[in-house]
């Protein structure tokens, strides 16, 4: 049974920095094609923050998150990073690790395992 496990979150002062971690079981992480993460913020929808190839030759960014988020991941260890940089109020949010069997498209749709989520919040 594929299993992401989130961990990482917290309360962190604005410029502050944190690192999520995703570790999966039940399937090495190097079986999947895309990696990625995204958030969900209260009353809003689910977006897609960063994503990476099953090799980590290859990252995505949110606009949003550019020069200061960093995802990277090792395959032997079977888990996915976030590293967060310069924290924002607006980056408050719960943060999802996801696994794609798709080689491309970072949409919700082509994520089929998802993990139960971290939350981060940032204060000002």
Do not use: H
């Not at 992480?29 to 689910?46: D, H, I, L, N, T």
């Not at 260890?77 to 924002?88: A, G």
């Not at 794609?100 to 993990?115: E, N």
């Amino acid at each position: 049974q594929v299993q992401l496990v989130e961990s990482g979150g917290g309360l962190v002062q604005a410029g502050g920095s944190l690192r999520l971690s995703c570790a999966a079981s039940g399937r090495p992480v190097s079986s999947y094609a895309r990696m990625g993460w995204f958030r969900q913020a209260p009353g809003k929808e689910r977006d897609f923050v960063a994503a990476i190839n099953w090799i980590g030759s290859s990252t995505r960014y949110a606009d949003s998150v550019k020069g200061r988020f960093t995802i990277s991941r090792d395959n032997g260890k079977n888990t996915l990073y976030l590293q967060m940089n310069s924290l924002k109020v607006e980056d408050t949010a719960v943060y999802y690790c996801a696994a794609s069997t798709y080689y491309t498209g970072d949409v919700l749709s082509r994520y089929a395992y998802w993990g139960q989520g971290t939350q981060v919040t940032v204060s000002s």
